[in-house]
């Protein structure tokens, strides 16, 4: 490839993909709509008539000199319909019962399932549409879907998708970001189209007009096909781990995974593999098309060949119950086989992009689903960077030991392009990385084609021999994952990642990519200015770490966990049990040490006495910074609600804060008698002093 010829494939690159623009403007539209900016109607219909009527005018007069103002209509229009597709979604998913907050009468509604149940401790969740609303004695029409929460019994175990009940229970909300920089679990329901969660106590459902089993619909069978093949697998001779892996591998049920399992698969950086994705979808296509491998290459071979791959992709989205992720991926490769049936040379790029836009058309906040993220940057990855990063690396010749070379080298490529793809989103998600992921992929993903076709052995004969051969594959796969994650610095955890390093990285990567593709000098350049700006900012945020200070108290259930920042050092006050277990509280502190990069984090018991200088804690009092806190709980109460008449104080005590735990009943009266009067008073949750 000459200069010119590298120069201009950008340019043709953007010219054969069209869509990459349109799924890019309704992206920027969703976020603004998501961010909160705010849009009057009217101010919308004049941009887009605006936008359209600037295109239209220069269609007509062929205004070949003002091209800039085409294109900036057309990205205002596309802006446009990613904002108004992200707010009639917002509105459709608002529930006609809003939720309040304490005490409030039981709601009747008819409802419908729409997921197989999923168990917890003590209820089955489903997520379900309300059809309708008893009011006032009337029953009136309903819309939205909320979280639903059954009492566990055998009638709720055998719901399946599309029943149809009547049930009187409570709404409520669901809990947000208690804690800072804490997942906001009411944020990431309501972008599932969930605006609120109703529980129902034992014997307050039952089926609505004896409508219980009559659904027909395709999704029904395909959660019912689902469950059913869930059943023979835990049927066989598989252990309860075996069984929970081999559920996840084939048919994306996680619910018999156990923490352990998930926590070992993602040390070792193969966690894709036991979520049912593109990887999984991609290797039944294979697998079908090596079926047929007595067709050519002719194109009515090319046709029968996809069909039938088509066919096997459906059946196998049917078997999962038809996730959202397995549905991404089908329609993802059913595109691509669509278009390598039609045309000689189909362009991938462009097809992903059209089943990108058509996923965000039917729903929008999916453009927030981490699945949906990382599976179409890793095909992006791949689609982008496979090929060059072979070329990096020329293997020719013949002979065995070539061919195998060219394989393998292939294939490292492929795992690289993709891992550099998701790597952005992986540190923003879950601020760790594995370290040792390229050997385990290495071992484990091309092993995942017989680990699938073993599974759908078993589920299809029966036969002890196969259930025995997927036993000693599980093993091996358990035994490398957990060799993996031994090796030292398996897993980088606390890295920091926030938004900003986010672009920086995406900007670092197309950089690359165009590095890749024309081998000029300005992509390096601006490469290294990239890195320039990339280390600038750390340092401004290694700045600002090392000159904070204050006193965060975290929302952390029955657990006290009090935490003194100066610098990147802390002093975590806290109840004897936590101290013992510090990582019950793990869940709320991670985010916010990662954000705040504290590196050191000093236990201390709320009964004990400490003083190191910096930090002092004494009589259930801290002292930090200047600032004297007072924590009252069950074994230090001066204040019950139960006592009578004042507290015998000759004098009122001076505090910065008082701290009520959880779950200790203070008389406030008293408590006011018995500190000054201009005490902040605080009960126990996330607040920054």
């Not at 729409?114 to 006032?136: I, L, N, S």
């Not at 219980?212 to 469950?227: D, L, P, Y």
């Not at 084609?449 to 594959?473: H, I, K, R, S, Y």
Request: with cysteine; charged share 20%; aromatic share 10%.
């Amino acid at each position: 490839m000459n200069n010119a010829t590298r120069t201009d494939a950008v340019g043709r690159f953007m010219r054969r993909t069209p869509m990459l623009r349109v799924v890019l403007g309704m992206a920027v539209g969703i976020v603004l709509e998501e961010s909160g900016v705010a849009m009057p109607i009217w101010l919308a219909g004049a941009l887009a008539v605006m936008a359209v009527g600037m295109m239209v005018w220069h269609v007509v007069r062929k205004q070949r000199g003002h091209r800039v103002w085409f294109v900036a209509s057309l990205w205002v229009v596309f802006i446009l319909t990613g904002w108004a597709a992200a707010t009639g979604w917002q509105h459709n998913s608002q529930c006609v019962v809003a939720p309040t907050e304490g005490k409030q009468e039981a709601v009747v509604m008819t409802v419908k399932v729409k997921d197989t149940p999923r168990g917890t401790v003590r209820y089955y969740k489903m997520p379900a549409e309300v059809e309708a609303v008893e009011q006032e004695g009337e029953w009136r029409e309903g819309r939205g879907r909320l979280m639903l929460y059954l009492h566990k019994d055998s009638m709720a175990a055998a719901l399946n998708y599309d029943d149809r009940i009547v049930v009187r229970g409570r709404l409520g909300d669901f809990s947000g970001e208690e804690n800072p920089y804490q997942f906001n679990y009411r944020q990431y329901m309501r972008r599932k189209g969930l605006a609120c969660q109703c529980f129902v106590e034992r014997g307050c459902w039952a089926a609505a007009n004896g409508d219980m089993g009559a659904g027909t619909s395709i999704v029904r069978w395909s959660k019912i096909w689902q469950r059913r093949l869930v059943e023979r697998l835990q049927q066989t001779a598989l252990t309860p781990r075996q069984q929970g892996v081999a559920e996840a591998l084939l048919l994306g049920w996680r619910d018999d995974l156990d923490d352990a399992t998930q926590q070992q698969f993602r040390d070792a950086g193969v966690m894709h593999l036991l979520c049912v994705s593109g990887l999984h979808v991609g290797i039944v296509a294979w697998l079908a098309g090596c079926c047929m491998f007595f067709l050519g290459r002719r194109r009515w071979h090319r046709v029968v060949r996809g069909l039938f791959q088509i066919v096997v992709i459906a059946a196998f989205v049917l078997m999962t119950g038809m996730a959202p992720s397995t549905v991404r991926a089908g329609v993802m490769l059913t595109l691509l086989l669509l278009s390598d049936m039609i045309e000689q040379r189909p362009n991938s790029f462009n097809n992903l992009c059209t089943s990108a836009l058509l996923l965000l058309g039917g729903n929008p906040m999916v453009l927030y689903d981490m699945g949906f993220q990382l599976s179409y940057a890793a095909v992006a990855g791949i689609l982008l960077w496979s090929r060059p990063l072979k070329g990096l690396l020329p293997l020719t010749g013949e002979g065995v030991w070539r061919w195998m070379g060219r394989k393998v080298w292939g294939y490292v490529c492929l795992t690289m392009a993709a891992q550099l793809a998701t790597l952005p989103l992986v540190l923003y998600h879950f601020h760790q990385f594995p370290t040792w992921f390229m050997f385990a992929n290495l071992m484990l993903v091309p092993f995942a084609g017989v680990l699938l076709a073993t599974v759908m052995a078993v589920l299809v004969t029966g036969w002890g021999w196969v259930t025995a051969l997927l036993q000693a594959e599980l093993d091996c796969v358990d035994m490398i994952t957990r060799w993996v994650g031994t090796l030292p610095g398996a897993v980088i955890e606390n890295i920091y990642c926030d938004g900003c390093i986010v672009l920086l990285t995406v900007l670092l990567l197309v950089m690359v990519t165009v590095l890749l593709i024309q081998r000029r000098l300005w992509p390096l350049l601006a490469m290294v200015c990239v890195g320039v700006l990339m280390a600038i900012y750390m340092m401004v945020v290694d700045w600002r770490a090392e000159r904070q200070e204050g006193v965060v108290v975290y929302s952390a259930g029955k657990h006290l966990a009090v935490e003194c920042i100066s610098g990147r050092q802390s002093w975590l006050v806290c109840d004897s049990e936590t101290a013992d277990n510090a990582a019950a509280v793990d869940y709320e502190r991670k985010g916010f040490v990662t954000r705040r990069r504290i590196k050191h984090t000093e236990v201390v018991v709320i009964d004990s006495l400490y003083n190191d200088g910096s930090c002092a804690v004494v009589n259930h009092c801290i002292v930090f910074d200047n600032k004297k806190i007072w924590v009252i709980d069950k074994e230090h109460n001066p204040f019950p609600h139960y006592g009578k008449g004042k507290t015998g104080m000759k004098d009122s005590i001076c505090f910065d804060a008082v701290i009520v735990a959880s779950g200790t009943k203070v008389d406030l009266e008293r408590l006011k008698q018995g500190v000054c009067a201009d005490t902040v008073l605080y009960r126990y949750g996330f607040t920054m002093i």
